[in-house]
């Protein structure tokens, strides 16, 4: 099994920045996809961005050029850096683990991210 551990969510003004951590742990193997995807209130989950063990990234449209996605793979963690923040950025976050290997997904618990004046 795979644990996630979330940090980095909170209050921000519009136009400010957050980051968002995630550390994964457990039976890790080394072909893996990591990422984030987020959930507004009365909207289905929805993908942010995600990275694979190869670096390779994929982001959603309303987010290119404002969130950048990385990983450090010695640490198993991915970070998410996100600028210019908007109102519709408010949701919950969540931390996203595909195990190629094991064919397997893990979710992390969730952190509130919310844009606001």
């Known amino acids: 099994q795979v644990q996630l551990v979330e940090s980095g969510g909170g209050l921000v003004q519009p136009g400010g920045s957050l980051r968002l951590s995630c550390a994964a742990s457990?039976?890790?193997?080394?072909?893996?996809?990591m990422g984030w995807y987020r959930q507004a209130p009365g909207k289905q989950r929805e993908l942010v961005a995600v990275?694979?063990?190869?670096?390779?990234?994929n982001y959603a449209d309303p987010v290119k050029g404002r969130f950048t996605i990385a990983r450090d793979s010695a640490k198993n963690t991915v970070y998410l850096q996100m600028n210019s923040l908007k109102p519709e950025d408010t949701a919950v976050y969540f931390c996203?683990?595909?195990?190629?290997?094991?064919?397997?997904?893990?979710w992390g618990q969730g952190t509130q991210v919310t844009v606001s004046s």
């Open positions: 996203y683990f595909r195990n190629i290997v094991f064919n397997s997904i893990t």
């Open positions: 457990g039976s890790i193997s080394s072909i893996n996809v």
């Open positions: 990275i694979n063990s190869g670096g390779g990234t």
